[in-house]
């Protein structure tokens, strides 16, 4: 069971949750995917959209200055 | 796998987004190779939404020219394209909406001596014709390929489309056969509203989308009919016939026929 990270502090949405499917979609079944993102509008959406598309959200957490970590399970 | 470049992201995005096609589905729809019947009114609309959705291979054939009472419903071409090929007007205008799509012509029209052979490079066959002779065809040769297929059929302010996977319900088990000639008029005899060519060729592509990706529930052993004057819509079930001439246990029909045209059909070519 491998974890794997995605930085997608630099995206605007839609592109923020695209690449967190995207990522999601090539990680193998009961992987780990840490996602890098921003307050707002990425950390509004991304663990929402997540839950509602039937991903297993572990935990949001701060990590530093505007930065939040979403730990999702595949 | 998944191997979508930044710009096919961004172009994708409100696939992707999409609970019911995400990236899986969007690289099934990249995969897809699907043969569009007739590059008019109906074809108009498939042919576009189907390149924007970024189908891999489209193929398309049509062996008409533009004509300037074509443009009415015909929104793929422009009055610029009038007398040139219809399948070169469309592949360009695919094309331009999306470079990533393969298209592939035939300036020709769909014979039972090329069927069989055209239809075989394909996954799914979009019926965008106007005429019963070819619709037949379609169906047999699809049939016989063991090819789904999306049927479509407009005229005046009525629509009518369904799709057919092996197994289910085929355009011969709802209508054994073609009905006379000259008993039931050509769109160029009866006339249509040009939009409603837009509503049903936009329920063929969006079936095709929904075939590749697995999404809902597909026209499958369901006629689906509208009346644009009061925009009722029916969902009519239909089944698979056992005495069915072409998809039945003891078929009669086993090869393709040309059905002689409606003498009106053949002055246009």
């Known amino acids: 069971m491998a974890t794997h990270t995605l930085d997608i502090t630099k995206e605007h949405c839609p592109m923020t949750f695209v690449k967190t499917?995207?990522?999601?979609a090539q990680i193998a079944e009961g992987d780990i995917l840490e996602v890098l993102l921003t307050e707002g509008e990425p950390l509004n959406n991304v663990p929402?959209?997540?839950?509602?598309?039937?991903?297993?959200?572990l935990s949001v957490e701060?990590?530093?200055g505007n930065i939040h970590k979403v730990t999702i399970k595949k | 796998m998944f191997d979508f470049t930044e710009e096919e992201l961004n172009r994708y995005s409100r696939h992707i987004l999409l609970k019911d096609v995400g990236v899986e589905g969007q690289e099934k729809i990249k995969n897809a190779k699907v043969l569009v019947v007739g590059a008019g009114g109906l074809g108009s609309p498939v042919i576009l939404y189907l390149a924007a959705a970024g189908i891999g291979t489209i193929g398309i054939i049509d062996g008409d020219v533009v004509d300037i009472s074509n443009l009415q419903r015909q929104v793929i071409h422009t009055t610029a394209d009038i007398n040139r090929y219809k399948a070169e007007s469309a592949k360009e205008k695919a094309e331009k909406i999306n470079p990533h799509v393969k298209v592939v012509i035939y300036k020709d029209f769909l014979r039972a001596e090329n069927a069989l052979d055209i239809i075989k490079d394909y996954d799914f066959v979009v019926d965008g014709t106007d005429n019963f002779p070819v619709k037949?065809?379609?169906n047999d040769a699809c049939v016989m390929a063991g090819k789904p297929f999306s049927h479509g059929g407009i005229l005046r302010f009525d629509g009518q489309t369904f799709t057919h996977k092996p197994g289910c319900a085929c355009y011969r088990c709802i209508f054994n056969a073609p009905p006379p000639k000259d008993l039931v008029p050509t769109c160029s005899q009866a006339g249509v509203l040009g939009a409603i060519a837009g509503m049903?060729?936009?329920?063929?592509a969006a079936e095709v989308l929904k075939y590749f990706t697995g999404a809902g529930e597909l026209?499958?052993?369901k006629l689906l009919t509208f009346n644009a004057k009061t925009m009722d819509f029916r969902k009519i079930n239909v089944h698979r016939r056992d005495t069915c001439p072409i998809c039945g246990s003891n078929p009669t029909i086993t090869e393709l026929i040309d059905y002689e045209q409606a003498a009106c059909d053949l002055t246009n070519r």
Request: net charge positive; no cysteine; aromatic share 8%.
């Open chain 1, 21 to 24: 499917k995207l990522k999601l």
């Open chain 1, 48 to 57: 929402k959209s997540a839950k509602e598309q039937g991903y297993n959200v």
């Open chain 1, 62 to 64: 701060h990590v530093d």
């Open chain 2, 136 to 138: 037949f065809l379609i």
């Open chain 2, 200 to 204: 049903l060729g936009t329920i063929q």
């Open chain 2, 219 to 221: 026209l499958t052993d």
